[in-house]
Each structure stands twice: as structure tokens, then as C-alpha cells.
């Protein structure tokens, strides 16, 4: 049994910075790639990040530069650093990891956190 857990999500002004960690447990054999979706009312989940286990990263336009993506493999931990925050980055944001077990590979998703920026 695999559970990623997401936390650090909340309510902040415009131009304010949030750090969200997503922490992935159970029998884990191997974690490739992890990273950070987000949905808001009305819209596609949407990729924001991602990172391979070796540490590349890629990012959707409308968060290059204000946002940035880490991992802590020894923790099976990825982390999405958020600054200059816009009302528009206001969703639910979900962790994503594909992640390897002895009795399968596949993507995990954890529940999703609360991003609201107000303006």
C-alpha cells in the first residue's frame, strides 16, 4: 500500500510565497518521477512541475520563474517552493509520483491541497 500525503497548502495575499511537501509511504521499492498538478473550478488538471529522480526539472510557462520544485529522496519527498503568487494560481494542487512497489509500477496521487490567492 502506497500513500503520498500533500501538505502546506492555504490562504495568501497576492505576491506571497507558500511551500507545499508531498511525502510518499508504504512499500516503496523505487520513486521515478514525482511532481505537482493543479486543478481549479471549471478547468483540466494541469500540470505545474515535474522532477526525475536524477533532478531535471520542467514547468509550465505560466509558473517559470516564481515557482520551483526540489525532492528529498532519502525522505521520498517532493517539495513545490511557490513565490510572487497570482490570483490565478488559486486551485487544488496534487502530487503525482510513479512510483515502483514489488507488485507493480504506476502513477500515485495524494488527495490535493487548497491554494487560494486573493488579490
Known amino acids: 500500500q502506497v500513500q503520498l500525503v500533500e501538505s502546506g497548502g492555504g490562504l495568501v495575499q497576492a505576491g506571497g510565497s507558500l511551500r507545499l511537501s508531498c511525502a510518499a509511504s508504504?512499500?516503496?521499492?523505487?520513486?521515478?518521477?514525482m511532481g505537482w498538478y493543479r486543478q481549479a473550478p471549471g478547468n483540466q488538471r494541469e500540470l505545474v512541475a515535474a522532477?526525475?529522480?536524477?533532478?531535471?526539472?520542467n514547468y509550465a510557462d505560466s509558473v517559470k520563474g516564481r515557482f520551483t520544485i526540489s525532492r528529498d529522496n532519502a525522505k521520498n519527498t517532493v517539495y513545490l517552493q511557490m513565490n510572487s503568487l497570482k490570483p490565478e494560481d488559486t486551485a487544488v494542487y496534487y502530487c503525482?509520483?510513479?512510483?515502483?512497489?514489488?507488485?507493480?509500477?504506476?502513477?500515485?496521487w495524494g488527495r490535493g491541497t487548497q491554494v487560494a490567492v486573493s488579490s
Open positions: 503525482n509520483a510513479f512510483i515502483s512497489t514489488w507488485i507493480d509500477r504506476r502513477p500515485y
Open positions: 508504504g512499500s516503496i521499492v523505487r520513486i521515478n518521477d
Open positions: 522532477i526525475t529522480s536524477g533532478g531535471s526539472t
